[in-house]
């Protein structure tokens, strides 16, 4: 028995039996700088439990490593708005932070809730569910993806349209790879080139460029004729194109590719923190995974190294706590101090 890196979601625990991983994609790490950015939820739904495999079952513990929810899943996914996604037997439902069962098992494959709404896949075909299971938003698309200010990217054919909470069209499905709204900028590809548009569909910026990021802090990354900058929501150069990459910016500073290196800059563009990293993720929870050669540990935001290099692959901190990875098939969860909160020791 193993636990392996989801692909969708770092931070899921996933059991598989008799499977071997040869390595790890990092492609993850794109996924990461350009998408995967904190979600906001009220402090009433805020759940600080971590999700755990315990003699081939998934549960979840809280952030001492305390068993707060007996392992009895096949698969789990972290908590947001609330629940949490879990696989029993080859059905997808939702518990609660008591480990309650509030979305019975039947779907095929269920997604985080966001903005009061979670996709979920009935047969071959993706709808959005509410809090309370009721289909609100019928299995009708070949894809979708979680809601974000208001609106869900969703597949018809082969292009990707956008959705409001209803299920009304908002967007015609005339994109060829998903829009995702961020500070009210939806980044769209035309076939050749990126740009951003509003909710109405409107084009605020052009499409001119190779790549792009989403926008955070009111900068997106953006590449141009082979180097990166940031541009603001009006489309004007903010930081002049000259990283060889860059990512999103979280409390102030943003990674970027310098030569062979990655380091940090601030919204200005003055480096924050110098460029001698072998790759750089955003920073989560004041914390961002740094890699040193072939192994990741983790620095604070002034550059300091506060977790030392060791682990295979690096999750991202949430509440303090942290998955990684020693090797392919060895997760482990730790505190901000590197500690290892799960496994447990004995004696503990």
């Known amino acids: 028995m193993a636990v392996f890196l989801n692909r969708r979601d770092p ?3 996933e059991v598989k039996k008799g499977a071997i991983v040869r ?9 990461a700088l350009f998408f995967a950015t904190c979600k906001e939820t009220s402090n009433s ?10 003699e081939g079952k998934v549960g979840y513990v809280d952030h001492e490593g305390h068993i707060a929810i007996e392992p009895r899943f096949d698969r789990a996914v972290p908590f947001n708005e609330g629940l949490a996604a879990i696989l029993v037997g080859v059905k997808w439902g939702y ?7 509030v979305i019975e098992p039947q779907f095929d494959f269920a997604g985080s809730f966001s903005e009061g709404r979670a996709d979920v896949r009935i047969g071959m075909r993706w709808g959005f569910i509410d809090k309370k299971g009721k289909v609100v938003i019928e299995p009708e698309y070949l894809a979708t993806r979680g809601f974000s200010e208001g609106l869900a990217a969703v597949k018809t054919g082969d292009n ?7 299920g009304n069209t908002v967007l015609e499905p005339v994109f060829k790879l998903p829009v995702t709204f961020k500070e009210g900028r939806g980044a769209f590809f035309d076939g050749e080139k990126w740009g951003y548009l509003d909710r109405s569909g409107d084009t605020l910026i052009p499409p001119r460029f190779s790549l792009v990021g989403v926008f955070s802090e009111g900068l997106a ?3 141009y004729e082979g180097k990166w900058g940031y541009i603001d929501k009006q489309g004007s150069s903010v930081i002049e194109p000259q990283y060889d990459f860059a990512g999103p910016f979280t409390d102030g500073l943003a990674p970027v590719k310098i030569g062979d290196k990655w380091g940090f800059i601030d919204t200005t563009g003055r480096v924050s923190i110098e460029a001698k990293f ?3 993720y955003v920073f989560f929870d004041e914390l961002a995974a740094v890699r040193i050669g072939d192994i990741w540990g983790f620095i604070n935001r002034s550059g300091e190294m506060v977790i030392e290099p060791q682990f295979a692959f690096p999750g991202q901190f949430s509440g303090g706590i942290a998955a990684v990875w020693l090797s392919p098939q060895e997760r ?10 799960w496994p447990r020791e004995e004696s503990d």
């Open 278 to 280: 072998d790759l750089a």
């Open 332 to 341: 482990i969860l730790i505190d901000k101090t590197g500690k290892v909160i």
């Open 45 to 54: 739904e805020t759940v600080r439990l971590y999700p755990v495999v315990a």
């Open 11 to 13: 931070w899921v625990a």
């Open 95 to 101: 518990v609660d932070a008591e480990g309650n069962t």
């Open 23 to 31: 390595k790890i994609l990092f492609v993850l790490v794109i996924a």
């Open 221 to 223: 990354p953006v590449a």
């Open 160 to 166: 990707w349209g956008c959705v409001d909470k209803k």
